[in-house]
């Protein structure tokens, strides 16, 4: 995974709008990249084979706009996927790589935050794959 670049594709199930560029490159003791508007870092130590923890996360401090992506669609705040998405990496425990997919772990073995790897060329920040379905547990009604 050393030096490979990914492109954000979902948060806790909540697929990233394609509007919104949100990425990470691996690094040998960090995770760096695009929080949407603000360029951060992600120190981690490495726990195990597949297992890591994020030590420090330091970011850029600049406001954040609201897209607008056009006439009658929903407006999408960049801070807010921002926020939740280094809070959400930062609570990381593990990770996987599915195919062309980075699947990252919360600490209670959760799916948290899924990627998509970067390929150069034209379409070099649109992902390879599409993020899998998430499951959703059953709900019963009494």
Same mark, same amino acid.
């Given at each position: 995974?050393?030096?490979?670049?990914?492109?954000?594709?979902?948060?806790?199930?909540?697929?990233?709008?394609?509007?919104?560029?949100?990425?990470?490159?691996?690094?040998?003791?960090?995770?760096?990249?695009?929080?949407?508007?603000?360029?951060?870092?992600?120190? &981690?130590?490495?726990?195990?084979?597949?297992? &890591?923890?994020?030590?420090?996360?330091?970011?850029?401090?600049?406001?954040?706009?609201?897209?607008?992506?056009?006439?009658?669609?929903?407006?999408?705040?960049?801070?807010?996927?921002?926020?939740?998405?280094?809070?959400?990496?930062?609570?990381?425990?593990?990770?996987?790589?599915?195919?062309?997919?980075?699947? &990252?772990?919360?600490?209670?073995?959760?799916?948290?935050?899924?990627?998509?790897?970067?390929?150069?060329?034209?379409?070099?920040?649109?992902?390879?794959?599409?993020?899998?379905?998430?499951?959703?547990?059953?709900?019963?009604?009494?």
């Amino acid at each position: 995974m050393l030096d490979t670049e990914w492109r954000l594709l979902s948060v806790y199930g909540n697929k990233v709008p394609s509007e919104l560029v949100i990425s990470m490159k691996v690094g040998e003791l960090a995770l760096t990249g695009s929080g949407g508007c603000n360029e951060y870092e992600a120190d &981690f130590k490495r726990v195990g084979h597949t297992g &890591f923890m994020i030590t420090e996360v330091d970011k850029g401090r600049a406001g954040c706009p609201i897209l607008r992506p056009g006439a009658g669609q929903q407006t999408i705040n960049v801070g807010d996927w921002e926020g939740a998405y280094l809070r959400t990496l930062q609570r990381a425990g593990s990770v996987e790589t599915i195919g062309n997919t980075l699947h &990252f772990y919360n600490r209670s073995g959760e799916p948290s935050v899924v990627f998509g790897k970067k390929f150069g060329g034209t379409d070099a920040d649109s992902p390879a794959v599409e993020p899998p379905a998430e499951e959703k547990p059953a709900t019963t009604t009494n």
